[in-house]
């Protein structure tokens, strides 16, 4: 569910209902397993089946961390450096659980119609701009706060990702209040970050919704 909005005048009239059993209903119709959404009246949508699964997001104070010169940071180019992304997504994704699994049409399509026209989408590079990349990070600005929505490293590469998120926290959302990351699971990227300065704050966010 992307969207639901009711004009003013036609609002506690259960129209907004009326179209989600519909929606439910078109859903059970077509075969889908799982519906989600993101939402702030949580019993509205509970009413309706849907269920807070709570995540925990990592929250950085505005900063201007140093960034090593150990990696070279560049913006992503999907001719050059889709595989490099998809193995590090494989690798990386590979050890959480509940992760998606995409392969190069997902990719693709993700990639087209994802819905961040303004993303940033930054990789590293071990070993100077001709070398492997090793880590890769996507951040854009969601409620006026910056949000690192997506990241992966291959193992042994924690400080490149740290230095990914120290580049997109002081570069591209500096202008904003602060950073939000999941790197609630990434307890050597945030021992690298604290060594930069950094007191990640632990924020829960349960307007996260399933059906």
Known sequence: I????????????????????????????HGFDLSLLFAVRLAFYGRHGWGAHPRL???????????????????F????????????????????AGTTVRDRRYWGGQLGYAGNPGEDFLVARAGGKTGAVVAYARGTTL??????MEHGYLPG????????????????????PGTLSQLATERRVLEALGARGFE????????????
């Open 2 to 29: 992307g969207n639901v909005f009711t004009t003013a005048s036609y609002r506690e009239h259960g129209i907004a209902s009326r179209l989600l059993s519909r929606a439910i209903a078109a859903m059970e119709q």
């Open 57 to 75: 997001f990592m929250f950085l104070e505005p900063a201007r961390p140093k960034v090593s010169d150990r990696y070279a940071i560049e913006p």
């Open 77 to 96: 180019a999907v001719a050059r450096d889709l595989d490099a992304v998809m193995n590090i997504y494989d690798t990386h994704s590979g050890s959480l």
């Open 143 to 148: 409620y006026d706060y910056y949000l690192i």
């Open 157 to 176: 590469h924690e400080e490149a990702l740290t230095d990914l998120v120290c580049r997109l926290h002081a570069v591209e959302g500096a202008a904003l």
């Open 200 to 211: 990640p704050r632990r924020v829960e966010d349960v307007f996260w919704m399933w059906r």
